[in-house]
């Protein structure tokens, strides 16, 4: 399996990307980064028990994974009636359908390390969700639709399945790296873009 680091270039695009960001449709990221920023409170108790986590960050890994629904996973957007039959197939692993929301969000957040994970800067950010949702969209040359779909830096290229991909298909989400920017120029988060610091774990 290919790995990614966060290494000084790849934190370097990952600023250039996110500092030119423009949505195509202005009015649809606004109102997505409003949805995150609503559930501050739910995305705030899953957050308090992993220490130094942004609320925001877990919103941002909702609206890719679950389109903000209280009623899926954040693993993958399966329903919280069973353990999930996507990758990561059988989670959580620990108790019994149906599942409260911030449990299964606390494990998938466990089960992708970032319990441990530290790098909370732009690049850190962009860099631990690129990781969460696979960084397969790299080995093909395209900037990952799981950051960059709804801008500029997207058009087409997307895996339509768990490692299906189509070169044709296009993303019709809204990315992570979007809707942060978003967040942050409605100052409903307040980063700065070239506070970078070592990254922890997720190499």
Not at 53 to 67: K, N, Q, R
Not at 74 to 91: E, F, Q
Request: aromatic share 10%.
């Amino acid at each position: 399996m290919p790995s990614l680091k966060l290494t000084p270039d790849v934190t370097s695009d990952y600023v250039r990307l996110f500092l030119s960001v423009a949505p195509g449709d202005p009015k649809a990221v606004a109102k997505q980064a409003a949805r995150i920023t609503s559930g501050q409170e739910r995305y705030q108790i899953v957050a308090n028990r992993l220490p130094n986590m942004p609320w925001f960050f877990i919103g941002l890994i909702h609206s890719l994974e679950g389109d903000l629904s209280w009623k899926t996973h954040l693993h993958n957007g399966d329903p919280l009636s069973a353990r999930t039959v996507h990758v990561p197939k059988g989670r959580p692993a620990l108790g019994q359908p149906p599942f409260a929301w911030e449990d299964s969000a606390l494990d998938a957040l466990r089960y992708d390390g970032l319990d441990e994970y530290h790098d909370w800067s732009i690049a850190g950010m962009l860099y631990a969700l690129e990781k969460f949702n696979g960084i397969g969209y790299r080995a093909r040359g395209i900037p990952s639709p799981y950051l960059w779909a709804g801008s500029q830096h997207y058009t087409k290229g997307k895996f339509t399945d768990d490692g299906k991909f189509s070169a044709t298909a296009v993303s019709d989400q809204i990315g992570a790296g979007v809707l942060l920017h978003s967040l942050c120029a409605g100052g409903s988060v307040a980063l700065r873009a070239t506070e970078v610091s070592g990254s922890a774990g997720l190499a």
